[in-house]
């Protein structure tokens, strides 16, 4: 069964300071994943899909199979960064979601 | 201006009573979704559809029922049967033909059973 996992729900670190939101999946075949976003009153939307291997407002994410990670990554954290964020996986047109995870980045 | 749209925002219910969530979208999409988002259990698929007059059970179908009747529309109807409604919920399309993966997102309609 396909699901996916985001250890932390919460995460906080200082403005400058690198930060990694972590992902973890299951999945029996070639997964399709993807970081979605929702800053505060604004909708949930598509931050960066792996297979493009796109950094998007600095982050970027490596799909590491062995570890059957892909965790989100940003040297140097902005306040603007303070949002929810969502790990997913697609099969077969559906969408599996994590938890999310809350990056609060203090001044 | 393009893109989902959901009504009610807000949505309060008597125990026992059926109530129905609007989506609509003007985007072409084939696939629709819905979501349930409860805190700290992320978005959970309850059920989603790629053609018109066709649909699917996500993983809590349960006491939820849907319809897909025309393209632009997928609307969702809690029933008096779904022991824990109140929630938050979420609709989304997907461009298949694109195949780029993403889903686009309403803002969201939050249903109260008081």
């Known amino acids: 069964a396909q699901r996916v996992t985001q250890p932390e729900k919460l995460l906080s670190v200082f403005k400058g300071a690198p930060v990694e939101l972590k992902c973890n999946y299951s999945?029996?075949?070639?997964?399709?994943l993807f970081w979605y976003v929702q800053y505060s009153r604004q909708r949930l939307q598509l931050l960066l899909r792996?297979?493009s291997r796109e950094s998007i407002k600095g982050f970027t994410a490596d799909l590491n199979k062995g570890e059957t990670s892909f965790h989100l990554k940003k040297p140097f954290a902005q306040e603007e960064d303070s949002a929810m964020y969502y790990c997913?996986?697609?099969?077969?047109?559906?969408?599996?979601f994590g938890s999310g995870t809350k990056l609060n980045v203090k001044p | 201006d393009g893109g989902i749209t959901q009504s009610p925002k807000y949505l309060f219910r008597k125990e026992g009573q059926n109530v129905t969530l609007s989506c609509e979208q003007n985007?072409?999409?084939?696939?629709m979704y819905w979501y349930r988002q409860d805190p700290g259990q992320g978005l959970r698929l309850i059920y989603y559809?790629?053609?018109?007059?066709?649909?699917q059970k996500g993983d809590i179908a349960e006491g939820y029922s849907v319809s897909r009747e025309k393209k632009e529309s997928f609307p969702l109807t809690v029933t008096s049967a779904q022991k824990n409604p109140t929630a938050f919920y979420l609709c989304?399309?997907?461009?298949?033909?694109?195949?780029?993966?993403?889903?686009?997102f309403g803002e969201g309609s939050r249903l109260t059973v008081l």
């Open positions: 989304a399309s997907s461009n298949l033909a694109a195949n780029t993966g993403e889903l686009f």
């Open positions: 999945y029996s075949g070639s997964p399709e």
């Open positions: 792996h297979i």
């Open positions: 997913a996986l697609t099969n077969f047109n559906k969408f599996y």
């Open positions: 985007l072409n999409h084939d696939a």
């Open positions: 559809s790629q053609i018109v007059n066709d649909f």
